[in-house]
């Protein structure tokens, strides 16, 4: 099973992709954003390209915790 990690910006998407066993991640990529169609299209082709099974989403949370703006704008 091979898992892609998202780290979401506003300017930029940040990528990685597990091992076979879903143990390590490595970047792959940086997407930079555009149309929300346009983001979607390339990360759609990154995970047809790797055979990608489970896609995770980082969500950026304040230092004490808390969901900020830009968790929010993940969400």
Known sequence: ?????LDVGSKRIGVALSDDFGWTAQPVTTILRGKHDDDF???MDIVDKYNVSEIVIGLPKNMNGSIGASANKVI
């Open 1 to 5: 099973m091979k898992y892609m990690g």
């Open 41 to 43: 299209q390339k990360i």
